[in-house]
Structure formats: C-alpha cells, structure tokens
C-alpha cells in the first residue's frame, strides 16, 4: 500500500508536468513553423525589422503560455474577487502575451497567427465548468474564417510556402482544442487525487466513530457494573464488612479490567499498517525538502508494525533533526528469517548523533528495544548516517 500511494502522488506530479510540457511543445512548435515561413518569404514581402520583433513576440507570447499554464493549478485556490495581487499579476502576464501575439500577427500579415495565439492565452486561464470548451469552439470557428482571410497571403507570397504555411494554419487551428484538453484531463486527474484524499479522511473518520462506540460499551459497562458492586459494599458495610470489602475488590478488578480494555483499543487504534507508516515518514521527510526514496519488499505489509512502527517515527525524528535536509532513503525487505529495515540520509558536518538518550529516544532506547527481541542495529556515520535494524520475522508480529 505504501508503494500505491507513494507511485500515486508521483503520478499526479508527473501527469501536470507532462501536461505543461506539452503545452508548452505544441505552442512552440506553432510559433516556429510561423517564423520559419516568415524567414522564408522573399525579402521584398517582409518589413526589414520583422523577424526581430517577430522574435520578440515569440519570447513574449511563450513566456506568457509558461506563466500561465505553471499558475493554472494554483489557480484554483484563489478568488481573484477577493486576491487582488493574484488577479494583477495575470491580467499583467495576458496583456504581455497579447502583445506578443499582436507582434507576430503584424509581421507576419496573419490575422489568423495574431487571434490565434491570444485565443491559446484566453484558454489558459481558470474558467467554470464548460465555459472553457464553448469558448474553444467558438474560438476555432473563428479562426477558420480568418484562414480564409489570410488565404491570399499565405498561398502567394512565398514560392516554396503554401506547403509550410497549410502546416503552420493546420496546427494553429488545432491548438486551442490541444491545449483545452490538456486542462481537462489535469482537472480529472486532480479531482480523482482529491477522490482519493477525501475517501482516505472519511475511512479514518468511520475508523473513530467505530473506535468511540467501542469505548462507550466498554466503559459504560464496567463503569454500571463497578457502581452496583460499590451500591452493594455500601449496604453491606456496616453489617458485613468482610463482605463489603469483597464488593470493592470486586470493583477494583473491574476498573483494572475497564483501564486494561481501554489500552488495547488505544493500542488498536494507533496501531497503523507498517506501509502506511512508512508512507506517512516519506511524506513528512518530502516535506521537510528531502528528496525521498522508497524502497519497499514486496511483503512489506506482513513486518511487525508495533515493532518497526516505533522505530520509524523515532529514526525520521532522528533525520529531521541531524540531516542535512538533501535526501533520505528508506527501505524495508525480508532477508531470511529477518525483517531489515534502513534509513539513510546526507547529514550535517559534525560528529553524529548521540547514542544515548532519555525518553525512549535517542540510539540507545533504539538499540535497547531492539536488543530485547533479539535484533541488531547497526549504524554507519560518514559522509552519510545509515542506521539499519534487523528483527526476527517471527519474533514480534
């Protein structure tokens, strides 16, 4: 389980920056087939500064897009209503890109080029639902119009550019749609992710709600059985104290049976899936800033978690406070008859970490819990701090 979570996360991050650069490709490549044919046209069709300030525009409208399209995500957490720097720095970005846009669109004589680039800024934006793709289709059927506007000069004034340009218009009028989809499918990628964060809260939530019921009935009935054994020790005490001391020790177990009762929930309730934890230390150390890496056998779920559950806390605890913050690795697997877990990480100059500590903390209370069930640990402090733990697969399950 630990491995789905963490390859999930990875996927979502690797799915908008996948997204981004494809973005990103397609804009450039239809800003460059432009340039390419404008490079091409013969010079007395060509305003001598035009590919310099086609260019310009160039760097202007694709910067733009980059913004643009690395804000969307963030975008939906602000009211631009309410969030008026947010809302200055993109309206501050989209008239850049417009002139860009406009730049390209008068040097190279294409309504089409100059319409079509700022139709891909407008879809960037955040826009309610289906918004986005009514726009884009109307956008789209413009700019077949303009086609047949800029028909004329796209066919003659180039010999060798009817077959360019035909590229250049095809990929233009395909943009918007490319780039509309694009968003849609992180929109659904990051609903499904938020899906699954949300079924994960209500899971732990039913969890609680379970583990209180459980409570209720064992406290509400040892606390009805101690107060009639207590009612009885009081009616019997002045006639049988013998009996009536019986009653009460008859209510001291009960209560030690309702404290021990109580710590077993307790004990169930935190206990969590070992690859949940390590899931939990992975994401606490990304966190932090370290780049993390996981390394999971593919029996991980059957390790001691009461045992190894501790260990993991106190050895990421041991690693926000000692390393460097670059890297960490973590890893779990089953050698024999052993379960081996292992964290290392880059730390800071200076000498290790202590060996000793107080509070079950520190090295030793690791190296002590560890000695009692019949495991070794192992710690290696040079340009790296490893520490690796082996305890019998069967010792504490």
């Given at each position: 389980?630990?491995?789905?979570?963490?390859?999930?996360?990875?996927?979502?991050?690797?799915?908008?920056?996948?997204?981004?650069?494809?973005?990103?490709?397609?804009?450039?490549?239809?800003?460059?087939?432009?340039?390419?044919?404008?490079?091409?046209l013969?010079?007395?069709?060509?305003?001598?500064?035009?590919?310099?300030?086609?260019?310009?525009?160039?760097?202007?409208?694709?910067?733009?897009?980059?913004?643009?399209?690395?804000?969307?995500?963030?975008?939906?957490?602000?009211?631009?209503?309410?969030?008026?720097?947010?809302?200055?720095?993109?309206?501050?970005?989209?008239?850049?890109?417009?002139?860009?846009?406009?730049?390209?669109?008068?040097?190279?004589?294409?309504?089409?080029?100059?319409?079509?680039?700022?139709?891909?800024?407008?879809?960037?934006?955040?826009?309610?639902?289906?918004?986005?793709?009514?726009l884009?289709?109307?956008?789209?059927?413009?700019?077949?119009?303009?086609?047949?506007?800029?028909?004329?000069?796209?066919?003659?004034d180039a010999?060798?550019?009817?077959?360019?340009?035909?590229?250049?218009?095809?990929?233009?009028?395909?943009?918007?749609?490319?780039?509309?989809?694009?968003?849609?499918?992180?929109d659904?990628?990051?609903?499904?992710?938020?899906?699954?964060?949300?079924?994960?809260?209500?899971?732990?939530?039913?969890?609680?709600?379970?583990?209180?019921?459980?409570?209720h009935?064992?406290?509400?009935?040892?606390?009805?059985?101690?107060?009639?054994?207590?009612?009885?020790?009081?009616?019997?005490?002045?006639?049988?104290?013998?009996?009536?001391?019986?009653?009460?020790?008859?209510?001291?177990?009960?209560?030690?049976?309702?404290?021990?009762?109580?710590?077993?929930?307790?004990?169930?309730?935190?206990?969590?899936?070992?690859?949940?934890?390590?899931?939990?230390?992975?994401?606490?150390?990304?966190?932090?800033?370290?780049?993390?890496?996981?390394?999971?056998?593919?029996?991980?779920a059957?390790?001691?978690?009461?045992?190894?559950?501790?260990?993991?806390?106190?050895?990421?605890?041991?690693?926000l406070?000692?390393?460097?913050?670059?890297?960490?690795?973590?890893?779990?697997?089953?050698?024999?008859?052993?379960?081996?877990?292992?964290?290392?990480?880059?730390?800071?100059?200076?000498?290790?970490?202590?060996?000793?500590?107080?509070?079950?903390?520190?090295l030793?209370?690791?190296?002590?819990?560890?000695?009692?069930?019949?495991?070794t640990?192992?710690?290696?402090?040079?340009?790296?701090?490893?520490?690796?733990?082996?305890?019998?697969?069967?010792?504490?399950?």
């Amino acid at each position: 389980m630990t491995r789905t979570r963490i390859s999930l996360a990875g996927w979502v991050r690797a799915t908008w920056w996948y997204t981004v650069a494809g973005v990103v490709v397609l804009d450039v490549m239809v800003v460059g087939y432009w340039w390419l044919w404008l490079a091409g046209l013969p010079p007395e069709h060509v305003l001598p500064a035009a590919p310099v300030l086609a260019g310009l525009g160039a760097v202007l409208q694709v910067g733009a897009v980059v913004l643009l399209v690395r804000d969307y995500p963030a975008s939906a957490d602000h009211d631009d209503t309410r969030d008026g720097r947010h809302r200055r720095r993109t309206l501050g970005v989209l008239v850049a890109g417009a002139v860009g846009s406009a730049l390209l669109g008068v040097t190279t004589g294409s309504w089409m080029l100059g319409v079509g680039l700022l139709a891909v800024l407008v879809g960037l934006l955040r826009w309610p639902p289906g918004i986005r793709w009514r726009l884009t289709v109307v956008l789209t059927l413009l700019l077949v119009a303009l086609w047949v506007v800029d028909a004329p000069r796209l066919g003659t004034d180039a010999p060798e550019g009817p077959d360019l340009s035909r590229v250049a218009a095809t990929l233009l009028l395909t943009l918007p749609t490319l780039c509309a989809f694009s968003l849609w499918w992180w929109d659904v990628v990051r609903e499904l992710d938020r899906a699954r964060a949300t079924a994960g809260a209500l899971s732990a939530t039913r969890e609680r709600l379970r583990l209180a019921g459980e409570v209720h009935d064992l406290q509400g009935h040892h606390l009805q059985v101690v107060a009639l054994q207590l009612e009885l020790a009081e009616r019997l005490i002045e006639h049988d104290p013998a009996a009536a001391a019986e009653q009460i020790r008859t209510a001291r177990a009960s209560v030690d049976e309702a404290r021990a009762g109580t710590r077993d929930l307790a004990t169930r309730f935190r206990g969590v899936p070992l690859p949940d934890e390590l899931a939990n230390a992975a994401d606490l150390l990304r966190a932090a800033g370290h780049d993390v890496r996981v390394d999971l056998g593919p029996d991980a779920a059957q390790a001691p978690a009461d045992v190894l559950g501790p260990l993991v806390r106190e050895s990421v605890t041991n690693v926000l406070k000692h390393g460097a913050g670059a890297r960490a690795r973590i890893s779990l697997r089953r050698e024999a008859d052993r379960w081996v877990y292992a964290i290392t990480n880059d730390r800071r100059p200076g000498p290790a970490p202590d060996a000793d500590g107080t509070d079950g903390t520190g090295l030793a209370a690791i190296r002590e819990r560890i000695a009692a069930l019949g495991g070794t640990v192992q710690v290696r402090a040079d340009a790296d701090f490893a520490l690796t733990v082996a305890v019998p697969a069967g010792g504490a399950a």
